[in-house]
Each structure stands twice: as structure tokens, then as C-alpha cells.
């Protein structure tokens, strides 16, 4: 059937192609994208080895061919796994691929006994993309990681449709019915709709691969390269809407690093480097935030919802305090380096976040003339008493 032949070349092709644009992609995706690229050229290499090894003996072409499709189909399953962040389960699953393998081996070698063959590889095939789908459904938030969780059960659906057909139309040791089943139109259409299903699975694995694109150069764009915290454009894409008009309640927290100029002239910029990723893990780890912030330099802002002031002024204490603790010999800086802070709230009257930031920056202008390292509230009277020993100056 000449159109038999000609899907035959189209659909390595297709499938060859689709793997490559995986592993091209998979610089920018979330380590799910090379499984993906490796699984489609298995699945291309399948499809591919009866026309490449046509010299080679039916079941020596056979069991060659089983190799790249259980590898594919293991591979598929390892970049689901892999893309939603779940166990992958590899012990289990390699033990159950190899020992599915040998079965089919068997009727390969052994039995020459082509419809158990079919019926067992196909079977065993759909088992494991579907422990994989099983595995990740649940955890499938966005709109093309549910499509491409129901694109992979498609598949498993599909898979099982034609095994049953293939058993209910063909009957144990009889190669007439068998040979005229494979042979028939009937059959054709159905490997039809598995490569057309298998496509369409890969148009959902591209888009996923696609949207982790977009996310990662977004995400990136919003992002302090140095510290991984928000930017001042990702500060404010993080903050919560306002409602009502009027913006929602939190606390706003500006932090700024003290003598921080001198900490650079002193011990060079790439200790000034790790002092400022220093404060960040501080932050991150103290602050219960929705949104932090290095607006640059040595400022740091951060929003906390639904927290009052006092509650805020403990926490940036707590990280005051973690901060002025911390060594950096390693890096060449001696001494102890500190941090101020300055803690506002949002107002009923406040239409955004840059009003009780205003107020806070002005708390941290009165921490810093007060003499540093030092954590300033609204609304608080300003701190007396000498200032604290200055260690890096």
C-alpha cells in the first residue's frame, strides 16, 4: 500500500525532527525538555529501523526495534516526572521496562508468536506512561500541563483501544487472521490514530517547553541577577492588587546595608558581592513576604500582607540580628557588618504601595541618623542613646 509506505518515511521524520527542537530547548526549560528531546528520537529510531536494518533478519529487526520504543516510552515518562517535580520512581520503573522486554524478547525469539508480541509490548508500553500520568495528574495547574496530561492519557486510551482490537480480531496461533488483520485497512487507520495521537502529544510537549521559555525569560526580566530577588518590576507585578480602591493591608519594610561604600573600597566588590547575597538569604529567611525586593545598590524592600507593624518590627529584629551575626572571613571581610530598617504599615487612605513605602524609607532615613543597625517603626519617637560600636569603617 503505497500510502503505508510513504507514512512510514513521514513519521520518523516528524518524530526526529520534534526531538531535536527538545534538546535544543532545553537550555531554557525546566530539565524536563532533554528526556522529552532523547524519548522522541528513540521513538523516530523505532519507527525508522526496519527501513535503516532492512538486511537485518524480521526478528533480529524486531527485537532492535522494541529497544528504541521501550526506551522512548521510558524516557516520556521520566521528563512527565521530571517537568511536575515528582519522584521518578527509576528502580521500579527500569525493572519493569527490562523485564517487559524480556517477555516480548521471548515471543520474539523463542514463541514466534507475533500477536503476543503486539498485544504485550503495546500493553507494557502504556503501562509506563501511564504510572507516570498517575504520578503528576493531580499537580497539573496550568492550562498546557493539563493538555499535556490528557494528551499522554490519549495516548495510553489509544494504546489500549488497539491491543484490545488487535485481540479480539486476530485468535491465538492462527497467522491467517493475524496477517490479514495487520494487512487490512482497519489496522492502517489505527496506526493512523496512534502516530496522529503520538503528534499531537508532542504538540503539547512543545508548548510546554515554549511556555517554560517565555516564563524563564519573563521571570528572568523581573529578577536581581545577583540575589535571585525581585527587581523593582517584579516588586511590583508581586504586590496584590488593590480593592476598592484602596490597597491591601500589610506591613512595607525598606532595609538598607550600613557603610555599605565602604565595605566595597575596603575589601573590593566581589566581597561587597556576597555581603549583598548575604542580606538576601537573610531577608528570605526572616521575613514572611509575599514580595522582596533589591531596589539596588544596598536597599532592600519587602511587603508582607496582612501583617501589622509590631509583628513586622520582631521579624526584620530577628533578621537585624542574624545579619550583624554573620562571618565573612571567607571572603575576606573582617569584622562585623550591620543593617538598618525602617517598618511602615499601609493606610486605609494609601492607593498603593509607594505611600507606605514613602513612610518607611522615612523610618529608615531616622534609623540611619540615629546611628545605625537599627530597626525604626512608624510612629515610633526616634531611638536615643549613643550609637552602636561601628566595626567596619
Known amino acids: 500500500m503505497e500510502q503505508t509506505d510513504n507514512f512510514s518515511y513521514l513519521l520518523p521524520f516528524i518524530f ?87 517477555v516480548v524478547c521471548w515471543f520474539i525469539l523463542v514463541e514466534e508468536d507475533l500477536r503476543s508480541q503486539l498485544a504485550i509490548g503495546d500493553s507494557s508500553l502504556a503501562v509506563l506512561l501511564g504510572i507516570a500520568i498517575v504520578s503528576v495528574w493531580r499537580f497539573a495547574k496550568s492550562a498546557i500541563d493539563r493538555l499535556l496530561v490528557v494528551m499522554a492519557s490519549m495516548v495510553v486510551l489509544e494504546t489500549a483501544i488497539r491491543v484490545t482490537a488487535l485481540l479480539v480480531s486476530t485468535s491465538a496461533g492462527n497467522f491467517d487472521s493475524l496477517d490479514q488483520f495487520l494487512s487490512s ?67 512595607v519594610i525598606v532595609g538598607d546595608i550600613d557603610y555599605f561604600k565602604q565595605v566595597n573600597d575596603r575589601f573590593g566588590h566581589a566581597a561587597g558581592d556576597h555581603v549583598i547575597i548575604g542580606f538576601a538569604q537573610i531577608l528570605r529567611a526572616n521575613l514572611r513576604s509575599v514580595a522582596i525586593a533589591r531596589f539596588g545598590g544596598e536597599e532592600f524592600v519587602s511587603f508582607l500582607p496582612g501583617i501589622g507593624r509590631m509583628e513586622a518590627a520582631d521579624m526584620v529584629e530577628k533578621a537585624r540580628f542574624g545579619f550583624a551575626a554573620m562571618s565573612w572571613q571567607d571572603h575576606g571581610v573582617d569584622g562585623m557588618i ?28 531616622t ?26 569603617s
Open 367 to 392: 534609623a540611619k541618623n540615629s546611628g545605625r543597625n537599627r530597626v525604626v517603626t512608624e510612629g515610633q519617637r526616634p531611638p536615643e542613646g549613643p550609637p552602636p560600636l561601628r566595626i567596619v
Open 338 to 365: 550591620t543593617a538598618s530598617f525602617g517598618v511602615s504599615a499601609t493606610a486605609p487612605g494609601d492607593h498603593s504601595v509607594h505611600d507606605a513605602l514613602a513612610r518607611a524609607d522615612a523610618c529608615l532615613y
Open 16 to 102: 526526529l525532527v520534534f526531538g531535536s527542537i527538545f534538546l535544543i530547548a532545553d537550555r531554557w526549560s525546566d530539565g524536563s525538555a532533554r528526556y522529552w528531546g532523547l524519548g522522541y528520537i528513540s521513538a523516530a529510531l523505532g519507527f525508522a529501523f526496519p527501513i535503516l536494518a532492512y538486511a537485518l533478519p524480521l526478528p533480529a529487526q524486531a527485537v532492535l526495534s522494541n529497544v528504541f520504543f521501550y526506551a522512548a516510552f521510558f524516557l516520556y515518562g521520566h521528563a512527565m516526572l521530571v517537568r511536575f517535580r515528582r519522584p521518578t520512581l527509576l528502580l521500579p520503573r527500569l525493572l519493569f521496562t527490562l523485564t517487559a522486554f524480556a
Open 185 to 251: 485497512e482497519y489496522a492502517f487507520l489505527m496506526q493512523m490514530a496512534a502516530s496522529i495521537v503520538g503528534f499531537i502529544m508532542a504538540l503539547a510537549v512543545l508548548g510546554s517547553v515554549v511556555s517554560d521559555v517565555v516564563m524563564g525569560h519573563r521571570d528572568a526580566a523581573c529578577r536581581d541577577p545577583l540575589t535571585g530577588l525581585f527587581n523593582r518590576r517584579g516588586f511590583e507585578l508581586a504586590l496584590p492588587e488593590a480593592k476598592g480602591g484602596a490597597f491591601p493591608a500589610g506591613a
